[in-house]
């Protein structure tokens, strides 16, 4: 059967097109600027074609070997932290969503609450700190982000989407709960597992208030919060030293650390892109 082209059809590809083609503006811009020299852009702003290149900005975020380390922590916490989170958000997912669990509602509605009303930062810090002793553990940057409420309910709605005849019929053949999750309805949730994960590989990638709060140790600097510390180190000595000589590269180095922290995490959607849509759309309005 031939797909009729009509002109509708082209000017939605040209109108997308051009909308793509818009969006890197500003990628692309960030790029330039991260490579231009420090004087250029006080002079001359930000600028496509810039009056000097420069590598200044790189040379100061790389010149400690913290920085390595900082990724390799960042890296073991992001991957560490998604497949618990989805290992136990799945669960918990999946438990809700079976009819014959009881208190289910409830266990449901506990789990709303933190969507509608937060402790608050002092409670959580004590319990953290306090109770779990995590502080200055590499715990600490995963386990507090383990369970996404939103992450839960997604899965559950997935999980409710899928019919019961297949679990029942499982049971049927003698296959316990574990089983039936593990073989049969972990591996039917690709869609909503790689959404789910896209979302908690974010928020542990992009995450460095919890080392502001709880990591003192340079040996667990995330690499988010490495630089973090290394852009107010400029600024403040920008403001409040006198530095005639030397000119810190205080406007590059805000752009070379934006392509520094989301470089190997923009790798990473291309792979679940062709899930995230329908994994979304299915965890959000079934159930």
């Known amino acids: ?65 913290m920085v390595f380390n900082a990724y390799k922590v960042t890296i073991f916490v992001t991957v560490f932290g998604t497949i618990i989170s989805l290992l136990f958000s799945s669960l918990l997912g999946y438990m809700m969503s079976v009819q014959k669990v009881k208190y289910r509602n409830v ?50 709605n997935y999980y409710k989407s899928i019919s019961p005849a297949l679990r029942e019929s499982a049971e049927i053949d003698g296959a316990g709960p574990w089983y039936t999750f593990f073989k049969i309805m972990f591996p039917l949730s690709k869609p909503i597992l790689a959404t789910v994960g896209l979302f908690a590989s974010l928020s542990y990638w992009n995450d460095f208030t919890t080392s502001l709060w709880l990591i003192d140790d340079r040996k667990l600097f995330t690499v988010q919060f490495l ?17 005639s000589a030397v000119q810190l590269p205080s406007e590059t180095i805000v752009f070379a ?14 792979y679940v892109q062709k899930y995230f849509v329908k994994g979304i759309m299915i965890g959000s309005v079934k159930g």
């Open 257 to 270: 650390m934006f392509l520094i922290t989301i470089g190997p995490i923009i790798l990473v959607y291309p």
């Open 107 to 156: 266990i449901a509605f506990v789990i709303f609450i933190p969507i509608v009303f937060a402790a608050g930062l002092v409670p959580w810090y004590i319990v953290v700190t306090n109770v779990l002793q995590l502080k200055n553990t590499i715990w600490a940057l995963i386990l507090p982000l383990v369970i996404n409420p939103f992450n839960v309910f997604l899965l559950r």
């Open 227 to 243: 630089l973090y510390r290394i852009n107010s180190m400029i600024a403040y000595m920008s403001q409040h030293t006198n530095m």
């Open 1 to 65: 059967m031939k797909t009729r082209f009509g002109l509708l059809d082209l000017f939605i590809y040209v109108v997308f097109t051009v909308f793509a083609l818009v969006t890197l503006i500003p990628f692309t811009l960030a790029i330039i600027v991260s490579f231009s020299a420090e004087s250029s852009v006080v002079m001359n702003g930000y600028k496509f074609i810039p009056d000097k290149f420069s590598l200044d900005a790189y040379r100061l975020v790389f010149q400690d070997s």
